[in-house]
Structures are given as structure tokens and as C-alpha cells.
């Protein structure tokens, strides 16, 4: 069955420290990639996202992301953790379809907590 | 330039009683959605539209109908509120069909049913 899958429910890091979230996807072909973060009581915001090309994805609030084929992964990664990082992160992927449809999956999330 | 507005941010509901979320966008996006939020559950996608007139179902429909009269709104309806409809509930668009589109999120609906 299609799915993605984040395997961190919770993760606790330092500020300063590196972070990196996990992502795990099953389909088919490869599809489109996305990460998104949810601050408390807020709607989503788009990190980053990859179609095709280079591996390693720029986003915003200094995250990147590498996707990796052979592993079918896309895991978000951040050199130095700031405390108004801690939020709830989402991968998300939509199936390769070409043409019409749009069902974006969500993957269960991982909350971040930052220690100051 | 408001994004996605969702209307009512609190409700509570008893079990039977119908309503209606709101959600309109002032961003002209072709695509809306709807997804309910509940712990360890991530969000999953009830239902969609690719423009005015057409709707189609998501992952978890049952107990919810839409409807896409304009570009602008897409309201999600409760006939019969159950228990198991208490969620958040967050409405989404994006100006592109073909899911290569950023989509823009609410600020989301709380929906209490009792």
C-alpha cells in the first residue's frame, strides 16, 4: 500500500544543535515531496519541496532536505536549531499522476521540542 | 490580502446537530481542500475540488458533503454531527491542479461534539 511514513513521533534537540526529521515514502514511482511545519494553533506552511533534479533542497527558515531513491527518503535537516523551531513537522507526498488529480498525503508528524 | 479564512475557529455541537464550515480564499486558487487533524493521525484529506462545480471525495468523506459554488468558498457540511467528527479542521488551497502547487492553509475550525 502506498504510505509515508515519519518514524520519530517526538524529538528533543539543544538549541545550536543539528536536527534531522525523518521521512520514509512507498510508491511506485517517485513522487512529489513536500515538508511542512505547523506552529501551535496555526495552520501549515510549506518548508520546502522536490519534483525532479538536484537531491538537496534549499527552503525557507534555513532547512534543506536530501531525497534519496535507493532509500526512498526525504529527510529534512537543519545545521543549528533555533528555539522558535519547535513545532510540529509534516512530510507530505503526492502520487506522480501528470494530469489532474491532487491528493497530497500526510505523513503523522514529528513535534520538535528545543531546550534552550 | 487575507489567504484562507475559516470561520467558525471554535465549536461545540451535540451529537445529531448539523452545521457548516466556512472557508474562503482571495487568492483566485483553482484547488480546495479540506483535512481533519486529530492526535498521531496527521491530517487526512476529506474532500476536494479542482474548481467551481466539481468536488470529489478524499481519504475519509463519510458524514461530510461539500460543495464548490465559486472559486472563492468551499464550505464543509456536518449533517448529523457524531462524536467521531471531533477534530480540527483545516481548509487548504492552491492555485495549481496537477499537485506541484504549494498549498495555503487556515487557520483551522475546532469542532467539539458531545
Known amino acids: 500500500a502506498q504510505s509515508v511514513t515519519q518514524p520519530d513521533i517526538h524529538i528533543t534537540v539543544s538549541e545550536g544543535a543539528s536536527l534531522e526529521l525523518r521521512c520514509n515514502y512507498s510508491y511506485g514511482a517517485t513522487p512529489y515531496l513536500f515538508w511542512y511545519v505547523q506552529s501551535p494553533g496555526q495552520g501549515l506552511q510549506l518548508l520546502l519541496k522536490?519534483?525532479?533534479?538536484?537531491?538537496l533542497v534549499q527552503g525557507i527558515k534555513g532547512f534543506e532536505a536530501e531525497f534519496k531513491r535507493s532509500q526512498s527518503s526525504f529527510n529534512l535537516r537543519k545545521p543549528s536549531v533555533h528555539w522558535s523551531d519547535a513545532a510540529e513537522y509534516f512530510c507530505?507526498?503526492?502520487?506522480?499522476?501528470?494530469?489532474?488529480?491532487?491528493?497530497?498525503?500526510f505523513g503523522k508528524g514529528t513535534k520538535l521540542s528545543v531546550i534552550p | 490580502n487575507a489567504g484562507v479564512t475559516q470561520t467558525p475557529k471554535f465549536q461545540v455541537l451535540k451529537t445529531g446537530q448539523s452545521m457548516t464550515l466556512q472557508c474562503a480564499q482571495d487568492m483566485n486558487h483553482e484547488y480546495m481542500s479540506w483535512y481533519r487533524q486529530d492526535p498521531g493521525m496527521g491530517l487526512r484529506l476529506i474532500h476536494y475540488?479542482?474548481?467551481?462545480?466539481?468536488?470529489d471525495q478524499g481519504e475519509v468523506p463519510n458524514g461530510y458533503n461539500v460543495s464548490r459554488s465559486t472559486t472563492e468558498d468551499f464550505p464543509l457540511r456536518l449533517l448529523s454531527a457524531a462524536p467521531s467528527q471531533t477534530s480540527v479542521y483545516f481548509c487548504?488551497?492552491?492555485?495549481?491542479?496537477?499537485?506541484?502547487?504549494?498549498?495555503?492553509f487556515g487557520e483551522g475550525s475546532r469542532l467539539t461534539v458531545l
Open positions: 475540488s479542482v474548481g467551481a462545480g466539481i468536488t
Open positions: 507530505a507526498v503526492v502520487p506522480y499522476s501528470g494530469a489532474g488529480s491532487y491528493q497530497l498525503t
Open positions: 487548504a488551497s492552491s492555485l495549481q491542479r496537477g499537485g506541484k502547487g504549494e498549498l495555503f
Open positions: 522536490y519534483f525532479s533534479g538536484d537531491t
